[in-house]
Structures are given as C-alpha cells and as structure tokens.
C-alpha cells in the first residue's frame, strides 16, 4: 500500500472516534488553540486530552507548537487536503487518482520521522524504568 494511502487510512481511523473529530473542528474554526482553551469546551479530564492530543499528532492532523510553558495546537493543512482529495476521489463520476500521485509525499516523510523519534523516545523511557 502506498505511503498517501496509509496515512489516508490512519487519519480516518482517528477522526472516526467522534471526540477526536470534534476537538479538530474547534482548532479548525479557532485557528490555534491551547490545551486549556480545548479543555474548557468538553467536559473530560487533561489526561485523557493529551491522549487525544497525542493521537491527532501522531496522525498528522494537528501540529503542536511549543511556546514558553503552552503548546499550541493547529490543524495540518496537508493532511486535511489528503483526506479531502482522498474522499473526493470516491465520488462516482470522479476522475480515481492514487493518493500517491496527488502531490508529494514530503508530509508523509515527516510523519514517518516523527513516529520514529516518539517510538525511540519511548524505548529510552523503558529502559530507564
């Protein structure tokens, strides 16, 4: 499977927990938000957002900013446009393009990098434990 594809596939996986699909909604129309200022229009604890945070990261939906003690969350415009051109794609009558032709896979090599950091990170942890 291709790389566009895989992502396509990850991305829509996460969205279909309705949550998630929200909490993106709510940084989609407010531009850049705050764990706090997320936090203040749902009604869960901030264990469980960083978990959602964390997921929405991970599958390239949302990038993080650190700035000073915040970080602040934006929606990743390129993956959005791949789940966009992806669906698209299924409407009868459309011309069917392969994810992997449709632009280039630049988001896709930093998604993969980041996975491997966060994964290397996490087995640093483990051993320190």
Known sequence: MAAKE??????????????????????????????KDIL????FTQPTLSH???VLTEAGLVNVERRGRFAYYSVNR????????GISS?????KKQSLEKNGDDSGTKELKKSKKKKKKDKNKKKKKD
């Open 6 to 35: 895989e992502q396509f596939i990850e991305a829509l996986g996460v969205l279909a927990e309705g949550v998630r699909y929200k909490i993106l909604s709510k940084i989609a129309s407010a531009g850049e938000l705050t764990a």
């Open 40 to 43: 203040e229009q749902f009604d």
């Open 52 to 54: 959602h945070m964390a």
């Open 78 to 85: 390129d993956t959005i446009e791949l789940i966009s051109s």
């Open 90 to 94: 299924l409407k009868p009558g459309s």
